[in-house]
């Protein structure tokens, strides 16, 4: 559209000689050469060419208020607006406002919307205690700012004439809002810490009194969001509090892995003036260009020592703050040894000074430094050898260290040439103890480095008939020491760990051992060299199939150490000629001495032959079918006799305690029993020793054994067994007041509240019940 300002011509309203009459109106308008005002005064609407404004036309936009003449154009004879002036903006109050952006001008919109579009944002202020809204454009805050919902601001509010609009004009931003940032806690101290930010690379101070939160619970590495402060002209962290982990990310890895040369390692020794917290370089051809890439001490992959050269596999970090990349998860090649030329070792770890590096891991026995004869070796013990704990009678063998340990010596014959050799206990052999002038079979290691000599595999052929072996069993297993039974199993003998001829921690009670007899300080009588042999099983036949009842009148020592006799005592009772049910396990006498039988299958109503009521029979370790049952004074037992080879001995075996008692309560994972041990009267249970998986409930009556601790002294129960169920609950009758009421009521009461069916239910088929058939359905997927 073209526009000649010569053909304006008069036609009342203005004439070329003299000052016409002059409107106002605001811009409606603005297009690139011409636009549109919206007359103040009256109902018109009139175009106007930019040659007509007086002034700078880039300062003019819509919305502005203008002064103008009316004029005509000559050749469609529409009035249009001419000698246009901008018109300065009325304030209406002098004084500024304080008040507080609700709706801030979009950071995408400001400055760039289309001449038609003003982005506009709002503010609020407080006035007796009513809010009132004002907008205001981007051309309204002064230093060309940016401000945020929430931020303080004070400004002048203008009202326009023409349109009655209130606006706010002079935006001054007085505070920003404090805005929540996010960070990982990196240090802390005594009472203070340092948070790693994640908005920029910069630590920031906090104090604990400013963590919302259990301070216990705090540690470098969580995750946490704060507001910053300004304190003695420095930023500090206030308001701490705990995010859950993960949801702060400072870096994004790449999955693509990338390979490059080492060009630069990290010092061994760092300087004074070293400040890089990435030293290390790598150089790599990514996507078609030459890069170096920073690496710390944390990238590294496997803690591995990076030499220059290297060939190394690694991925991309990128700092999410200020697009910082760097190489991560650096792992050497395997081709880089053929780059190199370095030489290789191979060792096993030891703690020596000097210093491993670049360790590669080979298979297991790779390395050796023994080498083993094949040949066998005959001689004889000349020395006998300590264990390590034996210097040390206050240590366990398990804590004991091997260079602590006396070595022995073997005397031997080679090609006619008598010669000697030491050896050492935990070469030995089925862990049999020697003894001196015992006949042994050996080989010899010899260590590569010294050429120092050792026999190992020691096998014993003969053993010399000086010193007298015993047999015993297990009855006693404490914290250092124990407590073996004869094997007439009438005493037990005290023996320490240390004179355990191997470990202490497969010994289990019951277990055969083979031990020497030795007096000490006082004349005390101990057990030495105690050695682990395999059970031996005899079978007599002064054996009574019959099984019995009776009654515990004396426990063993080991559950009463008040007592001075070791054996316990059982007496025979009535109860012997009661029937009894077949027994849950089959049970074997495991001592050789013991006169053995099956018991598979108990016989039903058998007493034993020649037993009367009130005889006792003893019993020890051996004869308990399960060792670590703990019998108490007065408990019913069931067991059979058998005939102690030694001595002729009658003496109680396989002894099952007939313990029956009601379930008090069940918590979580376990229970108590009614039943009276020592001072307390109720039995720990674990639920793992329910057999068959049961639930116990409150009132079940069970079966159970009772084991005692021998580190804290306590008795549990074990191998719990329900015999019967608690009664269920009897539903009691309504009582008389409630019947008699329900009969009181007459359905004929109109009045009265009552059930109507409106409608049967039917199913989604609209059918009775469901009809549709059911099949599994996949997440997602509908039919």
């Not at 703050?321 to 081709?335: F, G, Q, S």
């Not at 849950?584 to 034993?608: E, K, N, Q, W």
Request: charged share 25%; aromatic share 8%; proline share 4%.
């Amino acid at each position: 559209m073209s526009f000649d300002p010569s053909l304006l011509h008069s036609n009342g309203f203005a004439n070329g000689t003299g000052a016409g009459l002059r409107e106002t109106g605001v811009v409606e308008k603005l297009l690139a050469s011409y636009g549109f005002i919206q007359c103040s005064e009256r109902q018109a609407r009139l175009f106007f060419h930019c040659s007509q404004y007086n002034g700078n036309l880039q300062e003019l936009k819509i919305g502005d208020d203008v002064e103008f003449e009316v004029s005509s154009d000559r050749r469609t004879g529409k009035p249009i607006a001419v000698k246009l002036v901008k018109i300065k903006a009325e304030v209406l109050p002098e004084e500024r406002i304080s008040g507080q952006v609700v709706s801030a001008i979009s950071c995408q919109l400001d400055g760039k919307s289309a001449p038609s579009q003003v982005p506009t944002g709002s503010v609020c202020y407080e006035r007796n205690g009513e809010v009132f809204y004002l907008t205001y454009t981007p051309d309204d805050v002064e230093g060309n700012i940016h401000l945020d919902t929430g931020d303080k601001v004070s400004f002048y509010m203008e009202t326009n004439k023409h349109t009655g609009a209130v606006s706010a004009r002079n935006v001054v931003l007085v505070k920003k809002k404090q805005m929540r940032c996010q960070g990982v806690v990196c240090a802390t101290k005594e009472a203070f810490g340092f948070i790693e930010r994640a908005d920029v690379v910069k630590e920031i101070f906090f104090h604990y009194s400013e963590f919302k939160g259990d301070l216990e619970t705090l540690q470098a590495g969580d995750d946490v969001e704060f507001t910053i402060k300004e304190r003695n002209g420095k930023e500090v962290a206030t308001d701490v509090r705990l995010l859950p982990q993960g949801t702060v990310i400072f870096e994004d890895i790449s999955i693509e892995q990338f390979e490059g040369t080492v060009t630069k390692v990290i010092p061994k020794v760092p300087t004074k003036n070293q400040n890089d917290p990435l030293p290390g370089r790598i150089c790599a051809r990514i996507n078609f260009t030459e890069k170096e890439l920073l690496f710390g001490e944390k990238d590294t992959k496997s803690k591995v020592t990076l030499l220059e050269g290297d060939h190394v596999q690694f991925n991309i970090s990128t700092d999410r703050r200020d697009k910082l990349e760097r190489a991560t998860n650096i792992d050497v090649l395997p081709d880089t040894f053929r780059f190199t030329k370095e030489a290789r070792e191979m060792d096993m770890l030891s703690a020596q000074r000097n210093h491993a590096v670049r360790i590669k891991k080979l298979p297991k026995g790779t390395v050796s430094f023994h080498t083993q004869s094949e040949q066998r070796f005959v001689g004889t013990i000349d020395k006998e050898a300590a264990g390590a704990s034996s210097t040390k009678s206050g240590a366990s063998p398990s804590k004991a260290k091997e260079k602590d340990a006396e070595e022995g010596v073997i005397a031997y014959e080679d090609c006619g040439v008598k010669l000697t050799v030491p050896y050492y206990i935990k070469d030995l052999e089925a862990g049999v103890l020697p003894q001196q002038g015992d006949k042994v079979e050996f080989a010899i290691s010899e260590v590569k480095r010294t050429g120092q000599q050792s026999a190992v595999s020691i096998k014993i052929l003969n053993r010399t008939t000086n010193t007298k072996r015993l047999l015993g069993f297990i009855a006693t297993l404490k914290d250092n020491f124990g407590f073996i039974e004869t094997a007439n199993h009438d005493q037990e003998i005290f023996f320490h760990y240390s004179e355990m001829c191997g470990g202490v921690d497969s010994l289990d009670l019951g277990d055969t051992v083979e031990y020497t007899l030795s007096k000490g300080k006082g004349n005390k009588v101990s057990a030495e060299k105690v050695t682990k042999v395999p059970p031996v099983n005899g079978v007599g036949e002064d054996v009574s199939s019959a099984v019995s009842l009776g009654k515990v009148v004396r426990p063993l020592r080991s559950v009463d150490p008040s007592q001075t006799e070791y054996q316990g005592l059982i007496e025979v009772t009535e109860e012997g000629e009661q029937k009894m049910s077949k027994p849950t396990s089959r049970m074997a006498c495991i001592s050789s001495t013991y006169v053995g039988f099956d018991s598979s299958l108990y016989p039903v109503g058998l007493t034993l032959p020649g037993s009367s009521r009130g005889q006792c029979y003893p019993f020890g370790i051996v004869g308990m079918a399960n060792k670590s049952d703990c019998l108490q004074k007065g408990e019913l037992v069931k067991f059979q006799l058998c005939t102690v080879v030694q001595t002729g001995q009658r003496m109680a075996c396989n002894v099952v305690p007939q313990r029956r008692a009601l379930v008090e309560c069940v918590k979580d994972q376990f229970g108590f029993i009614t039943y009276e041990v020592g001072e307390s009267k109720k039995l720990f249970f674990h639920m793992k020793e329910v057999q068959d998986g049961l639930e116990l409930q409150a009132g079940d009556e069970v079966e159970f054994s009772v084991i005692l601790n021998q580190r804290t002294g306590k008795c549990s129960a074990c191998n719990v067994r329900r015999v019967s169920e608690c009664p269920k609950p009897v539903a009691t009758p309504r009582p008389d007041r409630l019947v008699n009421r329900l009969k009181s009521i007459t359905l004929d009461d109109a009045s009265a509240p009552r059930l109507v069916i409106i409608r049967q239910p039917r199913g989604p088929d609209n059918s009775k019940g469901f009809n549709m058939e059911r099949k599994p359905r996949q997440a997602g997927v509908i039919d």
